[in-house]
């Protein structure tokens, strides 16, 4: 198993561009989310997914869209990057009924916003 | 809203204990985890505690007291390797399925 694979895993942009971030598990969790870490403000939950076809806004979801269309897969899209959105991103996955197990994180994507 | 507060910085030395703790203020409470982050890494799971009480691992023990609102991460027989940030997460029900992280603490284990 892959476990959940982020890609790529640095990326550079300028403001106004738009880009998706890969997520992808092979683990067939139900639950799939994305979270962004800024220093000194932990992780923050932007989007996440409790089965293909279903998605919801977690905290701080503006300036992000996301889909479900498999099981295995969720990207995140930044629709017209900003600055603010600096930041590392994480992808995170797990069976939505066996909590005890945790989430497994993939391995981040730092983006820079120019 | 939800709410979880953990101290910024903790420092301790190698082989001793520390406990790291967790307040947390939120409705449709379903359970708490505590992950471990080493600096530019993932976080990874260490515990989930749904029930009041002390869960041990090894080297790590979780307490949580639901009526309290309060949970600690115990590290015992501290390591170098143990240097890293411990996050604690609250997973409620509330409006959703969702796990709100707390800013983390940073833990230095000095020789």
């Known amino acids: 198993n892959a476990g959940v694979t982020q890609t790529p895993k640095f990326q550079v942009l300028k403001t106004g561009q738009s880009m998706t971030l890969q997520c992808a598990q092979d683990?067939?969790?139900?639950?799939m989310s994305w979270y962004r870490q800024d220093p000194g403000m932990g992780l923050r939950l932007i989007h996440y997914?409790?089965?293909?076809?279903?998605?919801d806004q977690g905290e701080v979801p503006n300036g992000y869209n996301v889909s479900r269309s498999t099981t295995e897969d969720f990207p995140l899209r930044l629709l017209s990057a900003a600055p603010s959105q600096t930041s590392v991103y994480f992808c995170?996955?797990?069976?939505?009924?066996?909590?005890?197990?945790?989430?497994?994180f993939g391995s981040g994507t730092r983006l820079t916003v120019v | 809203g939800q709410n979880i507060d953990q101290p910024t910085e903790m420092t301790a030395t190698e082989g001793a204990i520390v406990q790291i703790n967790c307040t947390y203020q939120?409705?449709?409470?379903?359970?708490l985890f505590w992950y471990q982050q080493h600096a530019g890494e993932a976080p990874t799971f260490l515990s989930y505690?749904?029930?009041?009480g002390l869960e041990e691992k090894g080297r790590f023990s979780s307490f949580l007291s639901r009526s309290k609102g309060y949970s600690y991460l115990l590290l015992k027989e501290l390591q170098m390797k143990d240097s890293a940030s411990y996050l604690c997460?609250?997973?409620?029900?509330?409006?959703?399925?969702?796990?709100?992280f707390g800013a983390g603490t940073r833990l230095f284990v000095k020789a």
């Open positions: 939120t409705s449709g409470f379903n359970g």
């Open positions: 997460a609250v997973h409620f029900n509330t409006g959703g399925f969702k796990t709100i």
């Open positions: 505690n749904v029930l009041d």
């Open positions: 683990m067939n969790h139900e639950y």
């Open positions: 997914s409790v089965g293909a076809g279903i998605t």
């Open positions: 995170a996955s797990s069976y939505s009924h066996r909590l005890n197990y945790g989430y497994t």
